[in-house]
């Protein structure tokens, strides 16, 4: 089956930096990445996704890449603000059965004022 | 639209006890499924649903039974409750030939 890493597990950076967190898949048929913020105690909310017939994907001061070749999508985060601060998760899936998805273990990210 | 809906929100049992999770959704999407998330963990599939009637196991399906009688409502049953199923669980909908998954708000459960 899939089998997704996500690194780093922590994260900390200065309000106005900017955070990359990284994900790399096993299973080259998977098509679908999408990524998660959860706030504590929250329920996970999608953020950003993107399909494999897409090299980048932006949305405002976030953005994702994907490299097939080497298996791995990375999230982007530019003049981050401490609302930024929660858990982050990455995911892969064929996308027909994106409820299917395997996920990461999370990167916390702390963005200090 | 409600979007998707779990109770309870908490529930303590004791060891072998038995319980049933409830979701809902509105929104008559086809696809259901159900996750937990362990503390440091990310979100691993328990089961899933692609219509009414039709359920298949995830990656960890072992204690648990599902089943799907109406596109609005999957239950999730826990049929002997162990302490190693203390979790928070998730359920998420999505519609069909669309990715994107909706989560519930989650259901915190204890197991002593």
């Known amino acids: 089956g899939e089998n997704v890493e996500q690194h780093p597990s922590t994260l900390s950076v200065q309000e106005g930096d900017s955070a990359v967190i990284k994900c790399t898949y096993s299973d080259s048929a998977s098509n679908y990445f999408p990524w998660y913020k959860q706030e504590l105690g929250k329920r996970p909310q999608l953020i950003i996704d993107?399909?494999?017939?897409?090299g980048e994907k932006k949305d405002q001061r976030i953005a994702v890449t994907l490299n097939k070749t080497a298996k791995h999508f990375s999230l982007h985060i530019t003049e981050t603000q401490p609302e930024d601060s929660a858990v982050y998760f990455c995911a892969a899936s064929k996308g027909t059965n994106a409820g299917k998805s395997t996920f990461g273990d999370g990167t916390t990210l702390t963005v200090k004022p | 639209n409600a979007g998707v809906t779990q109770t309870p929100k908490f529930q303590v049992l004791k060891t072998g006890q038995s319980m049933t999770l409830q979701c809902a959704q509105d929104m008559n999407h086809e696809y259901m499924s159900w996750y937990r998330q362990d503390p440091g963990m990310g979100l691993r599939l328990i089961h899933y649903s692609v219509g009414a009637g039709i359920t298949d196991q995830g990656e960890v399906p072992n204690g648990y039974n599902v089943s799907r009688s109406t596109t609005e409502d999957f239950p999730l049953r826990l049929l002997s409750a162990a302490p190693s199923q203390t979790s928070v669980y998730f359920c998420?909908?999505?519609?069909?030939?669309?990715?994107?998954?909706?989560f519930g708000p989650g259901t915190r459960l204890l197991v002593l």
């Open positions: 998420a909908s999505r519609q069909g030939g669309r990715e994107t998954q909706y």
């Open positions: 993107i399909r494999s017939n897409v």
